[in-house]
C-alpha cells in the first residue's frame, strides 16, 4: 500500500514538473512572438523569411521534447530512488528476518550447540544445551569445555579441540560428560571451526551433542541379556560335556561297544548345541555392534591353517583334492584373528560340508595394493540361481543345501557379509548348480 | 603321605563341582568346592589354604568379581594362582578380569575337562 502511494506520487511530481516547464515553454514561446511581432527581435540571416518562423516553431518543439525527457528522466530517477530505497528495506527487514530465524533454530534445536572460543571457553550456549549441561545461560558462558570431560578422557578431547582448531573437524565421538549435579551423560560430540571474516584464521568451533545415555542404557541392559542367556544356557551344556567326557575315559568303568556309540551321538549332539549357541550368541552380538574390533597384527596365513587343522578330520573322510595357493608377499595383516577366523571357517566348512566327495577345494589368500583377497572355491552343489540373491539373509539356506544336510542354522554366510562388512571389506560370489562356488571376500591391509 | 595340591573350586553349579573334583582326584589333587564367593572367602580365609583357585563369575550371595576384589586385599590373595572358569565370555566381561596379568580365562564350553585339568597342571608349574 505504502509503496504504491510512492509511485502515484513519483507520477504527480513528474506531471507537475512536466506541466511547469511546458508552461515556462508556453510563456517563452508567446514572449518570443511577441516581439517578433514588434520587429523588437530580428534574426537578421533569416530576416522576414518564412525561415525564421520556422526556426522558432522547431526550437518549440526542441524544447516540448526536452520537457518530456526531462520529466520522464524526473519520474525515472524518483522511481529508481524509490526502488532503492525500497531494495534497502526489504534486505534490512530480510537479514533480520534471517537473523531472527536463525537465533530462533539455534536456541530452540532439540541438539545442544554451544561456541567454543579458540582457548575452549564456551559462548552462546543454546537451551538444549543449559539442559543438557543442566545450568543456566549465565553459569555455562565462559566456562572451560574441557571442566565437563571425565579425566581419562581430556587427554583425547584436547587432541581433538588441537584438530578443529587447525581446521579438521570431527564427527560422533562417543564421550561422557558430567552434569552440574555430578551425573554423567553419554553424548556422541561433533565439532566444526568457522571464520567470521574470509581469509581469518580459527574464529570459534560450534560444537554439538546428541545425548545417547538411554540408548547407551538399552544396549547393555540387551547385551547383560544376551551374556546371561548364553551363559544358563552354556551352563547346563559345559556339564553334559564333561560328564560325557569322564564316561567315555572309562575312569568310572568300562563301556560296551554299543554305550560307547551312543555316547558318541550324546557328546557330538551337545557339541552342536554349543556351537549353536555360540552362533546365536556372535549374531546378537554382531547385530548389537557389540562385538568388539580388537585390531592387532595377524598372520592370515597360519589363521587359515588352523582353520584346515580343524576341518582335517571332515577333509580327510572326503578324499578331496586340495589347492592352496597363498601369497608370499603377504606379511602380517592388521586385522581381528577372531572375527576373521570366523569368515574362514565359515566359508571352508560351507565348502567341506557341500561338496561331495572326492570333490577340489581351492583356498587362496594374494595381496592387491593395499587389500587382500580371500577366495574359498569348491566344486560343490552350487547355489540356484533363483535363490543367489538371498544367499545372505538369516537364517536363509538353499533348498539343495537343506535337502543335503539337515544340520545348518542360515547364519553362517550372514555372520561372514557382517563381518566383512565390519572391517570395511565386501564379499561376493559366483556359482553354477551342481558345479560348484567360488566365495571371494576383499578386504583391507 | 604325598602331599597333594588343594584346587579350590567356586561354581554355583553342583554339577559342575561334582564333575571338576572327579577329574581333579583321578589326576592326584584334593579338591574342596565352594558354591559361592562369600563360601570360597571363608574357606581361604581357613586352613589348610588352597594352592589355586578354580572361579567363576556368575554366581549367589557374592560373584567372582567381588570375590576377586576381596582375594587381592592381603598378600596371599595376591600370590595365589586363580583361573577363571565361566561360561561368560563377553569383550566387557573378559577385559574387566584381564585387567591383571596372570590369570587364565577358561569358557567351560570350549574346553574338555581334561584340558582344565591340564591348564591347572601348568599353573601350578608356573608355566
Known sequence: ?445 | MIDKKLILIIDEEPDITDALSQKLEQEGFSTIAAYNGEQGLMIIHGEPKPDLILLDLVMPTMDGFKMLEELRKDEWGRKVPVIFLTNLDDEETVSKVMKDKGYEYLVKTEWKIEDVVSKVKEKLEGK
Open chain 1, 1 to 445: 500500500m505504502e509503496e504504491s502511494k510512492k509511485s502515484v506520487a513519483a507520477i504527480i511530481v513528474s506531471v507537475l514538473a512536466f506541466i511547469f516547464f511546458g508552461s515556462l515553454l508556453a510563456i517563452a514561446w508567446n514572449v518570443a512572438q511577441g516581439l517578433f511581432a514588434e520587429g523588437g527581435l530580428e534574426i537578421v540571416a533569416l530576416k522576414n523569411t518564412n525561415l525564421e518562423e520556422s526556426l522558432l516553431f522547431y526550437l518549440f518543439l526542441v524544447g516540448i521534447v526536452a520537457d518530456v525527457f526531462f520529466s520522464l528522466f524526473l519520474f525515472l530517477l524518483l522511481t529508481t530512488y524509490r526502488q532503492a530505497g525500497f531494495l534497502a528495506s526489504r534486505m534490512t527487514r530480510d537479514l533480520l528476518a534471517s537473523r531472527e530465524m536463525f537465533l530462533q533454530l539455534y536456541n530452540n534445536s532439540p541438539v545442544p550447540y554451544l561456541l567454543i572460543s579458540k582457548d575452549s571457553k564456551i559462548n552462546l550456549p543454546n537451551k538444549a544445551a543449559l539442559r543438557l549441561f543442566g545450568l543456566s545461560a549465565q553459569e555455562l558462558e565462559d566456562q572451560n569445555l574441557l571442566d565437563f570431560f571425565l579425566a581419562d578422557d581430556l587427554d583425547h578431547v584436547q587432541t581433538l579441540l588441537s584438530r578443529v582448531k587447525n581446521g579438521v573437524p570431527f564427527h560422533e565421538e562417543e564421550l561422557q560428560i558430567v552434569r552440574s549435579d555430578g551425573t554423567v551423560r553419554w553424548v556422541i560430540f561433533s565439532m566444526f571451526s568457522f571464520k567470521s571474516v574470509p581469509g581469518k584464521k580459527y574464529k570459534s568451533g560450534l560444537a554439538t551433542f546428541v545425548d545417547i545415555t538411554e540408548r547407551k542404557e538399552i544396549e547393555k541392559v540387551k547385551t547383560e541379556f544376551v551374556s546371561l542367556a548364553a551363559h544358563q544356557l552354556r551352563t547346563p551344556l559345559s556339564a553334559i560335556k564333561w560328564y560325557t567326557e569322564l564316561l567315555a575315559s572309562k575312569d568310572v568303568g568300562g563301556l560296551t561297544p554299543e554305550q560307547e556309540k551312543y555316547l558318541e551321538k550324546v557328546y557330538a549332539g551337545n557339541e552342536r548345541m554349543i556351537d549353536l549357541v555360540n552362533t546365536f550368541l556372535n549374531v546378537s552380538r554382531l547385530e548389537l555392534g557389540t562385538l568388539a574390533v580388537d585390531i592387532k597384527p595377524t598372520d592370515v596365513v597360519e589363521l587359515m591353517e588352523s582353520v584346515f587343522e580343524e576341518l582335517e578330520v571332515q577333509i580327510q573322510e572326503k578324499y578331496f583334492k586340495l589347492h592352496k595357493e597363498y601369497d608370499e608377499n603377504i606379511a602380517l595383516v592388521n586385522t581381528d584373528p577372531k572375527l576373521l577366523r570366523m569368515v574362514f571357517q565359515n566359508l571352508l566348512s560351507n565348502a567341506v560340508k557341500y561338496t561331495p566327495k572326492g570333490g577340489e577345494l581351492r583356498v587362496e589368500i594374494k595381496k592387491r595394493g593395499s587389500e587382500f583377497h580371500i577366495i574359498v572355491e569348491d566344486s560343490g552343489l552350487g547355489i540356484p540361481k533363483n535363490q543367489q540373491d538371498k544367499i545372505f539373509t538369516k537364517l536363509f539356506r538353499a533348498d539343495n543345501a537343506r535337502a543335503l544336510e539337515t544340520k545348518g542354522t542360515g547364519l553362517g554366510l550372514y555372520i561372514v557379509k557382517m563381518i566383512v562388512e565390519k572391517f570395511g571389506g565386501s564379499i561376493s560370489f559366483t556359482s553354477e548348480p551342481n558345479k560348484g562356488t567360488t566365495f571371494k571376500a576383499v578386504l583391507p591391509l
